[in-house]
């Protein structure tokens, strides 16, 4: 069998030309992909003679050309000019490949803390997911960088569009998440108290996705945009070649883009529980989906009819999922309380997801969900005679 070997700088030609096609979600990909190359050769040979210290070469122009011909392309492709001495260009034309950076040559940033504020910050960012996987020496690097800043009730703490330049963990305060499609702004989620965000810019080098907006006072801990990617981006590197292969197997996420399940990859912590461990609580507020990387998971429901000698309800098992199953996602979909208690059956491996990243990413699975509740739906009509345990998971 024939080895290939990918050229030099391939993969991160065809990421750049994938990010702007989901940017832009062009209806002609072949025209859209010549107009991009172009844009990119051009500015490579613009950069080339800066280089050399030649003339800028002329394009093309019919008679009347000026400057203002290009001015109506401002939302057009933004092709990198791969030019060491322009000043740094838009977050969003620059390659990154994690792969390839071995040497650490960039100082260490260190934002002086007190002991009350250090306390403060490991507790706010002591469930981060993208903070799971980091040894202590890394953790303790991202800690030493990261700064606090106080918001005031309707300050926009990113907006949509805008280039990335900090990572985001909540200590305090409220936000709403705000998406602006079609000239129409309308919000698609909240933080409350909790969270993080602006990590999908500073890892894919695209704009701001949402704006959030304060709807309290509120205090932040921010983490600069390059140590995010020396930290954070290269850990998920290693992360994303441990995974990639799993995911990919998880019928849920087949239907996605392989990009999207890229992304997915990138925001998934790693959790595991012994025997008899409860996974999720029923009646409880869902924050987080789970995937399960290995072992059996028993989901288990209270029965209105059966009760234990106590007198309290009776637990029945409902379900028993597997290796590339998920569960959790009945409260996500649905918005209320969990339906169901989780127990890890022997040693249980899972990836986790929280709810922002499952809001914001997994929206093309929310079909093939909804359709399982009701399939959920069908097998307590079957057990208890109604799914009242269902649709009132908190009694």
């Known amino acids: 069998m024939s080895h290939f070997q990918i050229p030099p700088g391939l993969t991160e030609l065809l990421q750049g030309y994938t990010v702007e096609v989901l940017r832009r979600q062009p209806p002609d990909l072949v025209e859209f992909a010549v107009d991009y190359f172009t844009r990119l050769r051009e500015a490579r040979a613009l ?96 800690l030493d960088a990261m700064f606090e800043r106080t918001v005031k009730v309707d300050e926009h703490v990113i907006d949509q569009g805008d280039d990335g330049d900090n990572f985001y963990v909540i200590e305090r305060g409220t936000y709403d998440i705000l998406v602006t499609k079609d000239n129409q702004m309308r919000s698609v989620g909240q933080y409350d108290n909790r969270g993080s965000f602006g990590e999908l810019a500073l890892m894919y080098n695209t704009p701001r996705a949402a704006t959030i907006v304060a709807t309290s006072e509120g205090s932040l801990w921010g983490l600069d945009r390059v140590t995010f990617r020396r930290i954070i981006v290269k850990n998920n590197a290693k992360k994303r070649k441990m995974f990639e292969s799993f995911i990919e197997s998880v019928p849920l996420l087949k239907s996605l883009e392989v990009s999207e399940r890229m992304k997915i990859v990138d925001v998934i912590g790693e959790k595991n529980y012994k025997d008899g461990d409860r996974i999720i609580t029923q009646g409880d507020k869902a924050d987080s989906f789970y995937i399960i ?103």
């Not at 080339?48 to 392309?73: I, M, V, W």
């Not at 234990?308 to 290796?323: F, L, T, Y």
């Open 47 to 142: 950069a080339a003679a800066a280089l050399s210290g030649d003339h800028e070469p002329e394009r093309d122009a019919g008679p009347g050309a000026d400057a203002s011909s290009d001015t109506e392309d401002d939302e057009a492709v933004e092709a990198p000019a791969p030019s060491r001495f322009n000043r740094r260009v838009s977050v969003c034309a620059e390659a990154y490949n994690p792969d390839e950076e071995e040497e650490d040559t960039d100082p260490r940033v260190i934002h002086p803390k007190t002991d009350e504020q250090r306390c403060r910050l490991q507790e706010a960012c002591k469930d981060i997911l993208l903070f799971k996987n980091l040894d202590q020496e890394q953790l303790s690097q991202v």
């Open 293 to 395: 990387e290995s072992g059996e998971v028993c989901i288990m429901i209270r029965s209105k009819t059966k009760m234990n000698k106590d007198a309290g309800s009776q637990e029945v098992e409902i379900a028993r999922c597997h290796k590339g199953q998920y569960f959790g996602e009945l409260a996500l979909v649905t918005n209320k309380p969990r339906a169901a208690s989780a127990y890890a059956v022997g040693n249980v491996t899972c990836l986790v997801m929280d709810v922002q990243a499952f809001e914001r990413l997994l929206g093309p699975c929310m079909d093939i969900m909804k359709r399982n509740i009701s399939h959920y739906e069908e097998q307590l009509v079957k057990m208890f005679g109604s799914s009242l345990d269902l649709t009132d998971p908190g009694q």
